[in-house]
């Protein structure tokens, strides 16, 4: 069964203290791995698409990257307004399907 | 802005009651879905479609179903709303870059309460 995996469930910082969220996932045929922002009350927002295992993408203070078995989401000197849930999701099979998501990591940061 | 809309945004219906949610789209997109969103289980999908008149299910579709009659319309139907379907739904479209996966993008969301 295809699976994403999202640790920690939360994570509280300080301000410009670094730290990475981890996404791991076992599925078959992976078609692209994806990253989002949600804030309350709203729709995810699209991050980052990695295709393939050695890929980076960056914006702003977040760096995402991609292995064979999981995705990390780096964050770089965060600030309060970067708090938010954010979701990983792979695609798999066809083209078209449907994403297959984590339970999201809820990240809190303080200043 | 993936020009996306979706209404009612706040619903609060009574068990057994039907309820229909829209979904609309000004980018004429091929591939629309539907998910709900709720605590500990992150997003699952419902029902999505492939053209005007083509649908398929998701996880989660028992006591759902969906029409899609224009390109730019996605319609989810509960037919007797029950208390396990209180959820956030959630309408995306994919769009897909030159060689890439499609990419979803999502529509702020509508949240249904059933008494």
């Known amino acids: 069964e295809d699976q994403v995996t999202q640790s920690p469930e939360a994570l509280r910082l300080q301000e410009g203290e670094s730290s990475s969220l981890n996404c791991s996932y076992t599925?078959?045929?992976?078609?692209?791995l994806f990253w989002y922002r949600q804030d309350p009350g709203k729709g995810p927002e699209f991050l980052f698409t990695?295709?393939?295992a050695g890929e980076e993408k960056e914006k702003e203070r977040l760096k995402a990257t991609l292995t064979k078995k999981e995705s990390f989401l780096h964050i770089t000197a965060p600030k309060p307004e970067d708090s938010a849930t954010y979701l990983c999701?792979?695609?798999?099979?066809?083209?078209?399907?449907?994403?297959?998501f984590g339970k999201g990591t809820t990240l809190s940061v303080s200043s | 802005d993936a020009g996306i809309t979706q209404s009612p945004r706040h619903k609060v219906t009574e068990t057994g009651t039907p309820v229909t949610l829209r979904c609309h789209q000004t980018?004429?997109?091929?591939?629309m879905y539907w998910y709900r969103q709720d605590p500990g289980h992150g997003l699952r999908l419902i029902h999505y479609?492939?053209?005007?008149?083509?649908?398929d299910k998701g996880e989660v579709s028992d006591g759902y179903s969906v029409s899609r009659s224009k390109t730019e319309d996605f319609l989810l139907t509960l037919e007797s709303a029950t208390s396990s379907q209180t959820s956030v739904y959630f309408c995306?479209?994919?769009?897909?870059?030159?060689?890439?996966?499609?990419?979803?993008?999502f529509g702020p969301g509508t949240r249904l309460t059933v008494l």
């Open positions: 995306a479209i994919s769009s897909r870059l030159a060689g890439g996966p499609y990419e979803q993008f």
């Open positions: 599925v078959s045929g992976l078609r692209g």
């Open positions: 479609s492939y053209g005007v008149k083509d649908t």
């Open positions: 980018e004429n997109h091929r591939y």
């Open positions: 999701a792979v695609q798999v099979g066809q083209a078209g399907t449907a994403l297959i």
């Open positions: 990695l295709y393939s």
